[in-house]
């Protein structure tokens, strides 16, 4: 045996069995239907979530735990900016704790919402607490 083809068989043997591991690879890969995009004209969770959350009148700034945070009232439901106001005042000082709290007859809690820190819900009406506005 050459030097060469001592060489070459043991690469092209690697080579074989990096092709056949790609090969498959690519069979054994499958769609997930949870992660396909909505059709077109079909409502998204995303969509949905957001026309939830949709903000209305922002009623101005009170202090959170990692600098100001944004009052906006929430929804449709009219909002009392001088009472969501009261509210964020009273609420601020406990948004570090992490913990859902009743301020001033209004459920406090921390929804997962991206850019939302806090939200208050009293009835129908509701207070978000924004990190940006």
């Not at 100001?68 to 000082?93: I, N, Q, S």
């Not at 709290?101 to 978000?128: H, K, Q, S, Y």
Request: hydrophobic share 40%; glycine share 12%; charged share 10%.
């Amino acid at each position: 045996m050459t030097a060469f083809q001592r060489i070459a068989t043991p690469v092209t043997a690697v080579a074989a069995a990096t092709a056949c591991g790609l090969f498959l690879a690519g069979c054994g890969s499958s769609s997930d239907s949870s992660t396909a995009p909505a059709p077109s004209g079909a409502p998204s969770a995303t969509t949905t979530a957001a026309a939830a959350e949709t903000r209305a009148e922002m009623c101005g700034q009170t202090r959170g735990p990692d600098g100001a945070l944004y009052v906006h009232a929430l929804g449709t439901a009219k909002v009392d900016c001088a009472e969501a106001m009261r509210v964020a005042t009273a609420f601020g000082p406990k948004i570090a704790t992490g913990q859902p709290v009743t301020v001033e007859g209004w459920n406090c809690t921390f929804p997962t919402t991206p850019g939302m820190l806090a939200r208050c819900d009293n009835g129908g009406r509701a207070i978000g607490f924004f990190t940006s506005h």
